[in-house]
């Protein structure tokens, strides 16, 4: 059987040209007007399913407790509904563009199939790159998001709640006698509550304004200094009218407490911070795989485009 004879049983294409360059007929390789229009019927698909998917996620959620989807729920809806929505988009764009391009002529099966696939992985292409010029700023954020909470978790947490500690203490300091906010300046309170009811001559703002920076110190030293609680204590036991040690035992005795929360404050700063991390990655890895799946639907879907187009 000559080759003739076997390619012209091909309705796919015309007779295969033997020869020099000059004799193959037909039009350009790439139908950029195909590629386009399947790019834009793509991006204006994934835009009404993203709409779609976030109306449905606003739906799910509530403000009420043991009310709504988990945040496990949403996780998992918002990763399949990110692959369908690619999935939905590139395959159409894919198609579009292989049925939408010019009829190549003098070709082998095997051209006209690469064509096809390219022409669906071009249109996949710009509107990917279209969507993503149009979604930056989100996309940032995921990053940002993932790449600062990983240094947070490398050794900024620790700082960041001792630092918030501290802060907040001095601002509370002018108001030790009154409504105080913060743990600090509620266990500073507390040093002031006399079991006797006994009246202190000393000054609240200046006792609880001087011991409050005493505190502060040592928070951030990780350690109350003796000389300090000895002074805190004498402040104390002027207030409540208890001994010098029982008031120095309440002074150890609200330092460690007041350390107690700072550290749990620290750990739920590296559980937020973790978690941060970990959602930003697994976004990161939801993305990747959804992108690699459209550009293998959007080839494939260009492929069975070009060939109802020829037949």
């Given at each position: 059987?000559?080759?003739?004879?076997?390619?012209?049983?091909?309705?796919?294409?015309d007779?295969?040209?033997y020869?020099?360059?000059?004799?193959?007929?037909?039009?350009?390789?790439?139908s950029?007007?195909?590629?386009?229009?399947?790019?834009?019927?793509?991006?204006?698909?994934?835009?009404?399913?993203?709409?779609?998917?976030?109306?449905?996620?606003?739906?799910?959620?509530?403000?009420w407790?043991?009310?709504?989807?988990?945040?496990k729920?949403?996780?998992?809806?918002?990763?399949?509904w990110?692959?369908?929505?690619q999935?939905?988009?590139?395959?159409l764009?894919?198609?579009?563009?292989?049925r939408?391009?010019a009829?190549?002529?003098?070709?082998?099966?095997e051209?006209?199939?690469?064509?096809?696939?390219?022409?669906?992985?071009?249109?996949?292409?710009?509107?990917?790159?279209?969507?993503?010029?149009?979604?930056?700023?989100?996309?940032?954020s995921?990053?940002s998001?993932?790449?600062q909470?990983?240094?947070?978790v490398?050794?900024?947490?620790?700082s960041t709640?001792a630092t918030a500690a501290a802060?907040?203490?001095?601002?509370?300091?002018?108001?030790?006698?009154?409504?105080?906010?913060?743990?600090?300046?509620?266990?500073?309170?507390?040093?002031?509550?006399?079991?006797?009811?006994?009246?202190s001559?000393?000054s609240?703002?200046?006792?609880?304004a001087?011991?409050?920076?005493?505190?502060?110190?040592?928070?951030?030293?990780?350690?109350?200094?003796?000389?300090d609680?000895r002074?805190?204590?004498?402040?104390?036991?002027?207030?409540?009218?208890?001994?010098?040690?029982?008031?120095?035992?309440?002074?150890?005795?609200?330092f460690?407490?007041?350390q107690a929360?700072?550290?749990?404050a620290?750990?739920?700063?590296r559980e937020?911070?973790?978690a941060?991390?970990?959602?930003?990655?697994?976004a990161?890895?939801?993305?990747?795989?959804?992108?690699?799946?459209g550009?293998?639907?959007?080839?494939?879907?260009?492929?069975?485009?070009?060939?109802?187009?020829?037949?």
């Amino acid at each position: 059987m000559t080759p003739t004879a076997t390619l012209a049983s091909d309705p796919r294409r015309d007779s295969v040209a033997y020869g020099t360059p000059a004799a193959v007929s037909g039009p350009s390789a790439v139908s950029w007007g195909a590629v386009f229009a399947g790019a834009a019927a793509a991006a204006a698909l994934s835009l009404i399913l993203l709409l779609l998917g976030t109306g449905l996620g606003l739906s799910s959620l509530s403000p009420w407790a043991n009310q709504g989807a988990s945040a496990k729920a949403l996780g998992v809806g918002g990763f399949v509904w990110v692959v369908f929505m690619q999935l939905a988009a590139a395959a159409l764009g894919g198609y579009i563009a292989g049925r939408l391009r010019a009829k190549w002529v003098s070709l082998h099966t095997e051209e006209v199939a690469f064509r096809d696939t390219a022409h669906g992985f071009l249109a996949w292409g710009v509107a990917t790159l279209f969507t993503a010029a149009l979604l930056t700023s989100s996309v940032t954020s995921i990053i940002s998001g993932g790449v600062q909470a990983g240094a947070q978790v490398a050794g900024g947490a620790a700082s960041t709640a001792a630092t918030a500690a501290a802060s907040s203490a001095g601002a509370n300091a002018p108001q030790a006698g009154g409504d105080n906010g913060g743990p600090t300046g509620y266990f500073v309170d507390s040093l002031f509550r006399s079991p006797k009811g006994a009246k202190s001559n000393a000054s609240p703002e200046q006792s609880g304004a001087e011991v409050t920076r005493i505190f502060t110190n040592a928070i951030a030293s990780g350690k109350l200094p003796e000389e300090d609680a000895r002074y805190a204590g004498q402040l104390v036991a002027q207030r409540t009218g208890m001994s010098q040690a029982e008031a120095e035992k309440r002074v150890n005795e609200t330092f460690n407490q007041t350390q107690a929360k700072l550290k749990e404050a620290e750990t739920k700063a590296r559980e937020a911070a973790d978690a941060a991390r970990k959602a930003s990655a697994a976004a990161a890895l939801a993305l990747f795989l959804s992108l690699l799946i459209g550009a293998f639907i959007a080839s494939y879907a260009a492929i069975i485009g070009g060939r109802q187009r020829d037949d």
